[in-house]
C-alpha cells in the first residue's frame, strides 16, 4: 500500500527520505531472504557484520574519512559523548575549553564537568546575545587537552559555515549531530566528530563516532562501553549493537551516494535554505532573530511579533501537513528544521502557507 506521508519540519527524531521508509517496508519480513527480519538476525552474523562494514565503506566515502581516523557506530546519543569525549580524551591537562554557542554546547560543558577531575572552561560565548549569534573568537591561551565546539545549534539556529582557524590550534571535538551529511565540513579539521543519527541519519539509538586513531593511546583504563580503544578493538560490537537503526543508516547512506554525496545535499540544502529566508526576508509578519552571516541550513527559527500568533500558525500548519513547526521552548515562535531527507517541495509548501497566513493574518 501507499505510505501516508505529510512534511515533518522536526528538529529530531527527523524525516527520513521516503525511498528508505519504502525499502524498509519491502525488506522488514525477510531481510537478504533470511527468512529473518533485520530485526532478528544475529550481530555475530556475516549478514549484520557485512551490512556494518558496507555502512562504514560508505559513511568514509560520503566524508572522505581518511585512514587515520576510526568510525564507531555507538548508542548513548549525542548526550553520553558529551561525558564520553572527557573520559577518554582530557587525560593530561583535564581542562576542556568550550565554545558556548547556545543549549547543547551548555549541556555539553555540564556533562563534561561532571566527570571527575576534569575543567570544562568557557573560553568564547554568546550567551549576552542570547545566542543569536556565533561567539567572537579571541586568541586561545592556555593548556586544554581539546576545545569542543558544537557546529550546528539545533535550537537557536546557527551555524559555523567554516570552522575557525584559532580551534584548529589544539584537538577539535565536533558535536555534528544537527549537521552532518549536510554541509561539506573537512574530517580532517576535527579530530573527534560525533552526531546522534536521528537527525540526518536515521532513527534514534544510533550515534556515530569519528576519531583519529592516534587519540585512542592516551586514553585511560574505562569500563568497556565508555571506552573508544575498547569499542574500536571489538569494531562497535563489543555487545550487542542497535542492529535496526545501524541498518537504516546504512540505506541512507546508500540514497545520499546516489544524490551525489555531501556537496550535492549543501547545494540542495542551500537552495532550500535560501528559499525559506528570503521569505522571512520579504515577509512583514515573520522575523528571524538570528545574525545573517550565521545563520543554520538545517534548523531556522522564525518568529511573529505575538505568541497567539505563533500560536495560530503552528496549529493551522498542522492542519494541512505542516508539521512539528513549533520552536523550542528556550526560544519560542517556530523552527522549521530542514534535514536532507526534506524534499524542496516541502519548503516551497511552507513558503506558500506562510504567505496564505500573513495575507490572512498579517497587519
Ligand atoms: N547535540 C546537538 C547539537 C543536538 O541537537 C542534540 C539533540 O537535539 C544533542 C546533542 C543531544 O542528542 P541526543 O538526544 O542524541 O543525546
Do not use: C
Not at 194 to 211: D, F, S
Request: hydrophobic residues 40%; aromatic residues 8%; without cysteine.
Amino acid at each position: 500500500g501507499s505510505l501516508q506521508r505529510v512534511y515533518n519540519f522536526s528538529a529530531g527524531p527527523a524525516v527520513l527520505p521516503a525511498e528508505v521508509v519504502r525499502t524498509v517496508q519491502e525488506e522488514l519480513p525477510s531481510y537478504r531472504r533470511s527468512g529473518m527480519s533485520i530485526m532478528e538476525i544475529s550481530h555475530r552474523s556475516s549478514l549484520f557484520t557485512d551490512l556494518q562494514e558496507t555502512a562504514e565503506t560508505d559513511l568514509r566515502k560520503l566524508m572522505q574519512i581518511p585512514d587515520n581516523y576510526d568510525v564507531l557506530f555507538l548508542q548513548g546519543g549525542g548526550t553520553l559523548q558529551f561525558a564520553m569525549t572527557a573520559m577518554n580524551l582530557a587525560v593530561k591537562t583535564k581542562r576542556v575549553g568550550f565554545i558556548d554557542s547556545g543549549h547543547w554546547a551548555q549541556r555539553a560543558m555540564e556533562e563534561t564537568a561532571l566527570v571527575k577531575g576534569t575543567k570544562a572552561v568557557v573560553i568564547a560565548s554568546s550567551k549576552n546575545q542570547k545566542y543569536t549569534q556565533l561567539p567572537k573568537i579571541e586568541p586561545i591561551t592556555g593548556q586544554f587537552d581539546y576545545l569542543h565546539l558544537t557546529v550546528n545549534n539545533t535550537i537557536e539556529g546557527t551555524m559555523y559555515h567554516q570552522i575557525p582557524a584559532e580551534l584548529k590550534k589544539f584537538p577539535l571535538v565536533g558535536d555534528l549531530s544537527s549537521i552532518i551529511l549536510g554541509y561539506n565540513y573537512q574530517v580532517t579539521d576535527f579530530d573527534l566528530i560525533y552526531a546522534g543519527a536521528q537527525k540526518n541519519i536515521g532513527p534514534a539509538g544510533l550515534t556515530v563516532v569519528i576519531l583519529k586513531h592516534e587519540l585512542l593511546q592516551n586514553a585511560p583504563e574505562l569500563p568497556a562501553m565508555l571506552s573508544y580503544p575498547k569499542q574500536v578493538q571489538k569494531h562497535s560490537a563489543l555487545n550487542t549493537p542497535p542492529v535496526f537503526a545501524i541498518y537504516v543508516a546504512g540505506l541512507v547512506f546508500k540514497w545520499l551516494l546516489a544524490q551525489g554525496g555531501v556537496a550535492a545535499m549543501q547545494e540542495k540544502n542551500e537552495q532550500k535554505a535560501q528559499l525559506l529566508y528570503a521569505e522571512i526576508e520579504n515577509s512583514k509578519l515573520f522575523k528571524s532573530p538570528v545574525a545573517v552571516e550565521d545563520r543554520s541550513l538545517t534548523n531556522i527559527p522564525f518568529v511573529t511579533g505575538s505568541a497567539q500568533l505563533n500560536q495560530l500558525f503552528v496549529a493551522e500548519a498542522q492542519a494541512v501537513g505542516l508539521l512539528n513547526l513549533k520552536g523550542h521552548r528556550s526560544v519560542g515562535g517556530m523552527r522549521a528544521s530542514l534535514y536532507n531527507a526534506m524534499p524542496l517541495a516541502g519548503v516551497k509548501r511552507l513558503v506558500e502557507f506562510m504567505q496564505e497566513f500573513e495575507r490572512q493574518h498579517g497587519g
